[in-house]
T-cell receptor, first 114, second 116 residues
Framework: AQTVTQSQPEMSVQEAETVTLSCTYDTSENNYYLFWYKQPPSRQMILVIRQEAYKQQNATENRFSVNFQKAAKSFSLKISDSQLGDTAMYFCAFMKPSNNDMRFGAGTRLTVKP | GAVVSQHPSRVICKSGTSVKIECRSLDFQATTMFWYRQFPKQSLMLMATSNEGSKATYEQGVEKDKFLINHASLTLSTLTVTSAHPEDSSFYIC????????????FGPGTRLTVL
């Protein structure tokens, strides 16, 4: 079974600064997808970024980038130039393409301070 | 973009009654949908995988007779909480798998169920 671990229950960052959220996972699969989702107070899940395990290049989406270390089974999210609107719960998720089961980490509550 | 809706967004019911929650993919067809449950300040826990035209696959510990799932069309899956009890109060989220966009799941806005 796949497990996803987010070891930081809460984090805070000053507006305009950079913050990194950590995520590790455990799997015996070689092919899989990794995701970071944002859940603001509205509770709507919003995809932030995704990474295919077979791709060595780290995914980037504007201010969001990941550091994917496949051998270490680590998938951290870096948010640059943090904005107040980035305040939310962030969930790391793992998905096997064979059955599309998605497993989530416990989440990190990020607060961006003005 | 791909949009998934849920109805109702909030529901309050009496203990012992049944409640139906609908999940619709509005602009794409989804052969597979997923139902999650999220308790306050916790993560999303997969309850079941709903496949169009076939029986749902339930996660271990989820009572299939209590949480009835029907995926009758390519755009609609329903979750019925039967004989609801206060401990069933939770936030229920569905997602729909968009096969064209490389297996991405699109999430509904969720349904808050409160059982009195």
């Amino acid at each position: 079974a796949q497990t996803v671990t987010q070891s930081q229950p809460e984090m805070s960052v000053q507006e305009a600064e950079t913050v990194t959220l950590s995520c590790t996972y455990d799997t015996s699969e070689n092919n899989y997808y990794l995701f970071w989702y944002k859940q603001p107070p509205s509770r709507q899940m919003i995809l932030v970024i995704r990474q295919e395990a077979y791709k060595q290049q780290n995914a980037t989406e504007n201010r969001f980038s990941v550091n994917f270390q496949k051998a270490a089974k680590s998938f951290s999210l870096k948010i640059s130039d943090s904005q107040l609107g980035d305040t939310a719960m962030y969930f790391c998720a793992f998905m096997k393409p064979s059955n599309n089961d998605m497993r989530f980490g416990a989440g990190t509550r990020l607060t961006v301070k003005p | 973009g791909a949009v998934v809706s849920q109805h109702p967004s909030r529901v309050i019911c009496k203990s012992g009654t049944s409640v139906k929650i609908e999940c619709r993919s509005l602009d794409f067809q989804a052969t597979t949908m997923f139902w999650y449950r999220q308790f306050p300040k916790q993560s999303l826990m997969l309850m079941a995988t709903s496949n169009e035209g076939s029986k749902a696959t339930y996660e271990q510990g989820v009572e299939k007779d209590k949480f009835l799932i029907n995926h009758a069309s390519l755009t609609l899956s329903t979750l019925t909480v039967t004989s609801a009890h206060p401990e069933d109060s939770s936030f229920y989220i569905c997602s729909a798998l968009h096969g064209v966009t490389n297996n991405e799941q699109f999430f509904g806005p969720g349904t808050r169920l409160t059982v009195l």
